[in-house]
């Protein structure tokens, strides 16, 4: 299926709602999906696989803690960005395991200006180079929480060339779609009544 980038992120923000992220959360991970997939990435798996990792978790759980860690199995990256954004700012830090750390950069990005130069987010078999323009990955994706380091770096490659379309296949869309589904609650008799049209009744 090949989406615009504001279908991409209404979807992307369905998911992560449907994954039961508060709407501050949700909007801010639509926010990242679709920075990345203006680069060409394949987002809506990487979504697929942060989902999944976290799925039935608390979000208190999936936050940092002051020593970066988090209480329970694995950090949730936007979680992450997030706390780096509000935050404003970074220095070096290393992270406890974190499921698809990619979705760190957007937010790294955003708190850079144009001389800031920028960050390097590694993740062992791959890493990201961020600056407030650009985002480029080298080597491969993470699959599976992964130990992550970030490191702030002067000299970074350019920018790629951006995207303005995402092609999501019918697997990825129907797990996105199977994630946002669960944000409309099932009907009942009472919601049918209450809501639009004419109820039980027919008065044609």
């Known amino acids: 299926m090949n989406l615009s980038l504001g279908e991409f992120q209404s979807l ?12 501050g959360l949700t909007e801010e991970a639509a926010f990242a999906a679709r920075r990345l997939a203006e680069g060409g ?6 979504v697929v696989r942060l989902l999944q990792s976290v799925d039935g978790s608390a979000i208190a759980d999936l936050m940092p803690d002051e020593q970066w860690r988090s209480s329970g199995p694995v950090l949730c990256a936007v979680c992450v960005g997030t ?3 509000d935050e404003a700012d970074c220095e070096d830090l290393e992270l406890g395991p974190t499921s698809e750390p990619i979705f760190i950069a957007p937010f790294l990005s955003a708190t850079l200006d144009a001389d800031d130069g920028g960050y390097v987010i590694d993740w062992g078999e791959g890493r990201c180079y ?12 993470s699959v599976g929480p992964v130990a992550v380091m970030i490191r702030r770096q002067a000299a ?5 060339e951006r ?5 999501v296949d019918d697997v990825t869309f129907s797990a996105l779609a199977t994630f ?6 099932p009907a009942t008799e009472a919601s ?3 809501g639009a049209g004419a109820g039980t009744t027919d008065n044609d």
Do not use: C, N
Not at 41 to 46: D, E, K, R, S, T
Not at 180 to 185: D, T
């Open 163 to 167: 995207f303005d379309r995402v092609e």
């Open 83 to 85: 706390s780096i954004a």
């Open 130 to 141: 961020v600056t407030s323009g650009g985002i480029r990955v080298e080597g491969g994706l």
């Open 180 to 185: 946002a589904h669960r944000v409309y609650a």
């Open 12 to 23: 992307i923000a369905k998911a992560f709602r449907g994954a039961g992220y508060p709407w």
């Open 192 to 194: 049918r009544l209450a």
């Open 156 to 160: 970074l490659p350019s920018e790629d």
């Open 41 to 46: 990435l394949p987002v809506g798996a990487m």
